[in-house]
């Protein structure tokens, strides 16, 4: 049986390391094969401040210049992803830490001009990640990409890519037996702010169109809905909770199915 999960580490869940490494380190004792795709926008915007560079939104996706980009390379492909490595391997789990980059991982072309190097995926090629699962680790990805050699001809550039967006195609590309989001609240919400436990593919296209779900929740609705097809079950956790990975494998867990 394929036991490969696709997780999503909100960047707001990741102050909270210490129980999810430690669920990450008991998974992959359980032998689960844990794929982890991280976040990490508000410290982006922390460094940027510091950094002196302003930045905006439009529609939950960063406008990205060229300098922008390089310390989004840096913050995300760097500092994040290789302290969430140092903390699994310190608790002695195996990790590998990797950008959408790495082996051509996940290509993209630019989504709009006006965004700058802002990425739509077109392709994911899961050869990187199988070797690495393969060779007994937990792959640990930063939501990057390569631009599509087939699009424009230019040479190498690098795209930011929304991480949801990159974890509900990397969990299709995988055939992921689960497709979990751990985020800072308890699941999604309807419009009196009571939890919705469950929600078929067309429910939740009529939350999206009806704005209910707005902001950040958008991309993770429309990955889960993405990797439906390919994947038979979707879940929106509360990250913050202790054990929420370990929980989600027992089953116990509260939060959001799609399926
Ligand atoms: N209907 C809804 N139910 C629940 N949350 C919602 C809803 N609509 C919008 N949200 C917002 O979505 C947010 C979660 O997405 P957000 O992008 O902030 O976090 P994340 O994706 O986990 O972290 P990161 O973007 O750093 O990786 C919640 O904090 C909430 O404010
Ligand atoms: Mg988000």
Known sequence: MNKILVIKLGGSTLGSH???VADLV??????????????????VTDWLRRLGISTRFVKGLRVTDAETLKVVVAVLAGLVNKELVAAIEAL????????GIDGGLIEAKVKDAEMGYVGEVVKVNPAP???ILEAGFIPII????????SESGEKGSILNVNGDTAAGEIAAALNAAKLVFLTDVAGIYDSSGKLIPRLSPVEATTLLTSRIASGGMIPKIEACLRALPAVPITRIIDGRLPHALLKELEGEGEGTTIA
């Open 26 to 43: 008991g998974l992959q004792k359980r032998d689960v094969l844990p794929v982890v795709v991280h976040g990490g926008a508000d410290i």
């Open 129 to 131: 990640l199988t070797a």
């Open 142 to 149: 930063a939501p990057l990409s390569l631009q599509s050699p």
């Open 92 to 99: 002695g789990g195996k990790a590998i830490g990797l950008s």
């Open 18 to 20: 210490d129980t999810i």
